[in-house]
């Protein structure tokens, strides 16, 4: 279940980035191989949705990066499903064995938080060609959305230390982490709505224990008084029936389910690789923001 929220994107993204990428493509057109665009996807927990979205939809030429044997796995069978051709390497983000100067696009989609950044914006500048880009995205609860106040009021209530603030940062703090160093200038940011349909609040309540915050910190007791409140709390926004508490107990029944979306959006950072870095470094004077 949590894969499937952090791997989830709209299509309108791809071409979105696809269309960046491809008016700033200078290709051999005598060598079809090398013409077309080199998109490098750091896979990173997210199944190399990026890489294989890419290839399929802009036909991009796709290496997917994984050290993870399990998630190499999933990436592959995703790649077989959408019938997309994409090469996979076995190899870290800050060792990935690319050749300098190679990639159109370095992709990380929901992994960044994972990775060393300073190390991996580095070797993500030493495998990017010349004023080349680096797209980071991932996928966030829409704090703006009144079930989502309200859920997440809950989640603060019943663990301790939780702040639904945590990991979110505004963009001009992700802008000065992703152009620390001077390696790259962001040149555009955008938010797409991407709500998660699920198909019953008992769906809804693995999501929520698939999350570290609750898998680690919240269990026994205070599992349950957890899963109480929430349901209460989707009950009060007219999801599921008695306050959500008779359909746990019940056993899952498609015809009786009620399925809702969470509203979620996609969060999209591009930036430029700088060729000069030791003399731009934190010049945001050529930043675009975008909100699509």
């Not at 060609?129 to 009021?153: F, G, I, M, T």
Request: aromatic residues 8%; proline residues 3%.
């Amino acid at each position: 279940m949590l894969v499937h929220f952090r791997s989830q994107f709209p299509h309108s993204m791809w071409k979105t980035i696809a269309n960046l990428v491809q008016n700033n493509h200078n290709g051999d057109v005598s060598n079809s191989y090398k013409s077309q665009v080199h998109c490098v996807d750091i896979v990173v927990g997210s199944e190399g949705r990026a890489g294989v979205e890419l290839a399929k939809v802009a036909n991009f030429r796709v290496t997917s990066i994984e050290a993870d044997v399990s998630s190499m796995n999933r990436t592959f069978s995703y790649a077989a499903k959408r019938d997309a051709q994409i090469e996979l390497v076995p190899a870290s983000v800050e060792e990935s064995v690319i050749d300098s100067d190679s990639a159109d696009v370095v992709t990380i989609f929901h992994g960044l938080h994972l990775l060393n950044i300073p190390e991996a914006l580095k070797e993500t500048h030493r495998i990017l060609k010349p004023n080349k880009y680096l797209v980071v995205a991932w996928n966030d609860r829409d704090l703006s959305s009144p079930l989502v106040q309200d859920l997440e009021e809950r989640l603060e209530k019943n663990i301790l230390n939780y702040n639904r603030y945590q990991k979110q940062h505004a963009v001009d703090e992700w802008s000065y982490i992703l152009e620390e160093g001077g390696l790259f200038k962001m040149v555009g940011y955008f938010v797409k709505p991407n709500p998660m349909m699920l198909p019953s609040t008992n769906a809804f309540l693995d999501l929520i224990d698939s999350m570290s915050f609750v898998r680690s910190h919240v269990h026994g007791g205070a599992r349950k008084r957890l899963h109480e409140d929430l349901l209460a709390c989707l009950y009060r926004h007219g999801i599921g029936e008695d306050g959500g508490l008779e359909e746990k107990k019940k056993k899952r029944n498609k015809k009786k389910a009620t399925s809702f979306e969470v509203p979620i959006e996609s969060k999209c950072f591009i930036l430029r690789k700088n060729d000069h870095h030791e003399s731009d470094e934190h010049d945001h004077r050529h930043k675009t923001i975008f909100s699509i």
